[in-house]
């Protein structure tokens, strides 16, 4: 490779950072004006997103998880759709089915609706209310981007995003998501409560005669290119090796599981585990104005990828230990390559 095409790739790369950005930066803006606080979480469903991932949102009712979704959707000029989910609900209802439609002649033909899963951005309300059998019309279009009705097979339109809601403290009534389909997700972040000064701007973006308008600022051709530029990210071995062991130090028989592991976990991730760290890390590096993949950059998504990939066994529960605390051990036992000797 010759200097000129080295400088060229590198300012290339630069280029694309400061592309990657702006676009980010501008969405961000316009869903704050709605949003008041949560910073991390807006972060974190944004980080997804571009990612090319699925997010669960965890909290308790009120704090604006449907806002924040609803607000990102409108912040884009793409098909979105919400689907308050229900014990009630059926398969049918969210994939689509086929009616009897009556013909302009007077005859009959039977045509296809689609449900409110065939969209670009999909908020899934309170989808733990849902029984296992609709929960479960989720995961091919959440895996493979498609939906199976009958003999008809529908492809999604990218960019595709499933944005899911559930309350952690309600349980009669509700469906825990099984572990199959918690692995879709790529990030599970949790929702927290609003610090002093954020409940008094609440108060005034939420009570009085001034509402918020949420205009579009990006689109779905500029979604796809951005998701284009994180897959083009390299990663570094010494990134890639500590994504690695990271996901192994989940598994409680596994070579860098630390002492809390093998004591509180009863099943750790699965390769997609290091595949979302390996997305997430790199809109991260992005987001710092690099072009390749640092330690760092796993080190601060790890969190949101691996909490809800760790399923913690009896004693853990009666001890009070979280999937957030077995993490935290794993991040101050694991060290990346060169730092060992």
Do not use: W
Request: aromatic share 4%; proline share 5%; charged share 25%.
């Amino acid at each position: 490779m010759s200097v000129d095409t080295a400088c060229g790739d590198a300012q290339k790369a630069r280029d694309d950072a400061a592309r990657f950005q702006e676009a980010y930066g501008k969405i961000k803006a316009e869903v704050s004006r709605m949003m008041v606080g949560q910073d991390e979480v807006i972060d974190g469903v944004l980080t997804a997103l571009l990612a090319g991932g699925h997010v669960l949102l965890e909290g308790v009712p009120g704090l604006g998880k449907t806002m924040l979704v609803r607000s990102l959707g409108e912040a884009m000029d793409v098909n979105f759709s919400r689907i308050q989910f229900t014990p009630d609900l059926m398969p049918a209802d969210i994939q689509g089915t086929t009616v009897l439609m009556e013909t302009e002649g007077g005859g009959h033909e039977l045509k296809f609706q689609e449900g409110p899963l065939i969209a670009n951005i999909v908020l899934a309300d309170e989808i733990n209310r849902a029984t296992p059998k609709t929960q479960s019309a989720l995961l091919e279009a959440m895996q493979e981007k498609q939906l199976t009705v009958g003999r008809r097979v529908i492809k999604m339109d990218e960019p595709y995003c499933v944005m899911a809601t559930q309350n952690p403290v309600e349980q009669e009534g509700t469906y825990p998501l099984p572990e199959a389909q918690l692995d879709r997700f790529l990030f599970k972040l949790i929702v927290g409560y609003p610090s002093e000064q954020d409940y008094h701007d609440i108060i005034d973006r939420t009570t009085g005669d001034q509402g918020v308008d949420i205009s579009p600022v990006s689109n779905a051709e500029e979604i796809n290119d951005l998701r284009s530029i994180v897959r083009a990210v390299p990663v570094p071995n010494k990134a890639k090796s500590y994504a690695i062991r990271l996901v192994i130090a989940t598994q409680p028989d596994g070579d860098y599981a630390p002492e809390k592991v093998r004591e509180f976990v009863s099943l750790g991730s699965s390769p997609r585990g290091v595949q979302g760290l390996m997305l997430a890390a790199k809109v991260k590096a992005l987001l710092g104005g690099r072009f390749a993949v640092s330690v760092d950059d796993v080190k601060a998504v790890a969190l949101p990828v691996l909490r809800h990939r760790i399923a913690l066994n009896f004693h853990a529960q009666s001890e009070g230990v979280d999937s957030d605390a077995v993490i935290a051990e794993i991040l101050d036992s694991v060290r990346a390559p060169d730092d060992i000797e």
